[in-house]
């Protein structure tokens, strides 16, 4: 039989720093009034001088590794969603796997926009359904503040930064990921793009002085696109899932915008607390907005054992995507007591002394004369 893919832990991380509607009144002509009104939108946060994609992916991978109590080198693959990466290559999800010290575990990043993270958790769930692997970190991170045009008005006060991550194991109990939803539609790719720095349009100085390795959006059709999506992939995530919509106990929508999710809750007739919402508080964070949603529903207990929930994107791409997962954590969790904490704490930093000796090593390497140079 097929194992299952159960949730067994879940971590998020937010940059300190505070981006709020007021403060955006000052960099540009909007008002909090106008934000709030077509978005929803508060406040979001911003990395800091030293963070980027990585490095918050990192710290929510901890957690969510702690929660599991798995160490890292259980893991067989690290898929990091994100489309504000480190590089443009290597992958950011082998910065994470060095920084994790996650040897045994594949590493690669998924760009998919904003149904990112849905379109990770699939290839997780197939990875685990087909015995391939039996532990995974999926990640969601972003640092969109760095691909934002902060004097454009239409996009500077829609976007935040910050990660989400699961960890997904195998399991021979029923549950876990009961189906997923993915599709895309490229005719729409101009609609959402980062146009310079790929291979299309390489940096240059007019790509620089035209703002052209920033975020271009146009924001009506997205909308429209996102409003009919949403209600689709819901209901053939559920039909795929062989559960009537009426067994949904909390949908995780992508938090762009209100008004998109609200215009979806209608179309699917649904009541309000069906829906989770936490976009005021970060605004959009693209593929890291799932994850993080998922762990503030978690943390609060505002799911059980048992529920039923669904998750679902849609973005750049275009792209959408939706996953059922009944909740229910599979391994018994019991309180570890303080010395074996320790011991786990002790793993985790040991763990990342391979990565360290070997990162020197390819230095070494670079330095010392090749047989060539005689
Ligand atoms: N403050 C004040 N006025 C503004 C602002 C602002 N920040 N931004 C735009 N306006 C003005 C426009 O200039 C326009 O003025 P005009 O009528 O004089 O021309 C007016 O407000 C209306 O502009 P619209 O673009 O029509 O505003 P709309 O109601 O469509 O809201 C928004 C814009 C919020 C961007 C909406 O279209 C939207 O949310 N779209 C979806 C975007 C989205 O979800 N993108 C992310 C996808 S996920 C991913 O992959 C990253």
């Known amino acids: 039989m097929s194992p299952y893919a159960h949730i067994a832990g879940w971590g998020m991380y937010a940059p300190a720093k505070v981006l709020s509607n007021q403060d955006l009144e000052r960099m540009v002509d909007t008002s909090d009034e106008w934000i709030r009104s077509r978005t929803g939108i508060a406040e979001r946060r911003i990395a800091g001088e030293k963070e980027s994609t990585s490095t918050m992916a990192v710290e929510a991978a901890r957690r969510a590794l702690a929660r599991a109590h798995l160490s890292p080198r259980q893991l067989d693959a690290i898929i990091v969603a994100t489309i504000s990466p480190d590089y443009l290559t290597p992958a950011t999800a082998c910065l994470v796997q060095a920084a994790l010290g996650a040897d045994r575990a594949a590493a690669f990043d998924v760009s998919a926009g904003c149904s990112g993270f849905v379109y990770a958790l699939h290839l997780a769930h197939i990875g685990i359904a087909a015995g391939e692997w039996r532990s995974v970190l999926i990640i969601g991170a972003e640092t969109l503040s760095r691909f934002v045009n902060w004097e454009d008005r239409a996009t500077c006060v829609l976007f935040g930064d910050g990660a989400g991550a699961l960890v997904l194991v195998a399991s021979d109990q029923p549950g876990g990921v009961l189906a997923c939803v993915l599709g895309a539609d490229g005719s729409g ?30 924001g009506r059709a997205v909308y429209r696109f996102a409003t009919h999506i949403i209600p689709e ?9 062989g559960l009537p919509l009426s067994a949904v106990d909390m949908i995780i929508p992508h938090q762009a915008n209100i008004r998109i ?9 649904l009541p309000e607390e069906a829906f989770y919402i936490n976009l005021y508080r970060y605004g959009n964070t693209s593929g890291a907005s799932i994850p ?45 007591p303080w010395h074996q904490r320790v011991l786990y704490l002790g793993r985790a930093l040991l763990g990342r002394l391979p990565a360290f000796l070997r990162k020197l090593l390819y230095r070494l390497w670079h330095i010392l004369p090749s047989q060539r140079d005689g």
């Open 261 to 269: 999710i609200e215009a979806a809750r209608k179309k699917l007739r």
């Open 292 to 336: 993080i949603a998922l762990c503030e529903v978690a943390e609060h207990e505002l799911i059980n054992d048992g529920s039923v929930v669904v998750l679902v994107g849609f973005g750049a791409g275009l792209t959408w995507g939706a996953a059922a997962v009944r909740w229910g954590v599979p391994l018994p969790q019991p309180a570890r």
């Open 189 to 218: 790719a101009e609609l959402l793009s980062i146009p310079a720095g790929g291979s299309r349009m390489p940096a240059s100085p007019e790509t620089l002085s035209q703002r052209a390795h920033t975020i271009q959006m146009d």
């Open 233 to 241: 992939a819901v209901e053939q995530v559920m039909r795929k899932a």
